[in-house]
């Protein structure tokens, strides 16, 4: 059983930066790709990055390509979301997400592919 706690969110005008931390126990994540997905109201819940267990592969949704960088330390087993260049659009809840059913250089695109999720974190962009 992994537990992932997510810190970093909070209010930002666009065009500034936030780093989301997704910070997990019971389990080393050595053995998990890490995933960070978003909700905003009303929408589903919508993949942004990925990165596999040796953090050799990264992938990333189009909208957010160029401005969000998707990292990890498993000594510290900690997967960070560097966010910059943020937009109102960027709005939304973001989630953490361990998988466990995957072999290196491997990364998941959807929610079902995950085994365990954090609470969420709010980020909210200004205009």
């Known amino acids: 059983q992994v537990q992932l706690v997510e810190s970093g969110g909070g209010l930002v005008q666009a065009g500034g930066s936030l780093r989301l931390s997704c910070v997990a126990s019971?389990?080393?994540?050595?053995?998990?790709?890490m995933g960070w997905f978003r909700q905003a109201p009303g929408k589903e819940r919508e993949f942004i990055a990925a990165?596999?267990?040796?953090?050799?592969?990264?992938s990333y949704v189009d909208s957010v390509k160029g401005r969000f960088t998707i990292s990890r330390d498993n000594a510290k087993n900690t997967v960070y979301l560097q966010m910059n260049s943020l937009k109102p659009e960027d709005t939304a809840v973001y989630y953490c997400?361990?998988?466990?059913?995957?072999?290196?250089?491997?990364?998941?695109?959807?929610?079902?592919?995950?085994?365990?999720w954090g609470q969420g974190t709010q980020v909210t962009v200004s205009s």
């Open positions: 997400a361990a998988d466990r059913l995957v072999a290196d250089l491997q990364v998941g695109y959807l929610p079902h592919e995950y085994d365990y």
């Open positions: 990165i596999s267990r040796s953090g050799g592969k990264t």
């Open positions: 019971g389990r080393t994540l050595r053995s998990y790709a």
